[in-house]
């Protein structure tokens, strides 16, 4: 299984931008996907998932600015970031359930996930 994110950079309080992560290597239009972050010497946070039937679900610090959504027959899933805070610096990364056809909850608490390599946010004031 591999995860593939880009789209991370430096940007300006305020801006936007998209994250992509692309999967390959399991039954993607099953499996809940979803992105978490991370900052030096911080565990690793939820940020968003969608399910496999579209249920989302955010942290509450990102709801109205960010949105998660997925296109099957690509087998990508993307955040969409807006409204970029200095405290929404961190390194993002894609994770995908290990398995198939659970709910965000189960995917969230979950131990066992397939995770990409990262890609670096920077938002400076």
């Known amino acids: 299984v591999q995860l593939v994110e880009s789209g991370g950079g430096s940007v300006q309080a305020g801006d936007s931008l998209r994250l992509s992560c692309g999967v390959a290597g399991l039954t993607f239009h099953t499996t809940t996907v979803g992105w978490f972050r991370q900052v030096p010497g911080k565990e690793r946070d939820f940020v968003a998932a969608i399910s496999s039937r579209g249920n989302t679900n955010y942290t509450n610090a990102v709801k109205g600015r960010f949105a998660i959504s997925r296109v099957n027959a690509k087998n990508t899933v993307y955040l969409q970031m807006n409204s970029l805070k200095p405290e929404d610096t961190a390194v993002y990364y894609c994770?995908?359930?290990?398995?198939?056809?659970?709910?965000?909850?189960?995917?969230?608490?979950?131990?066992?996930?397939?995770w990409g390599q990262g890609t670096q946010v920077t938002v400076s004031s």
């Open positions: 994770a995908a359930d290990f398995y198939p056809s659970r709910s965000i909850d189960f995917f969230v608490r979950g131990t066992r996930k397939y």
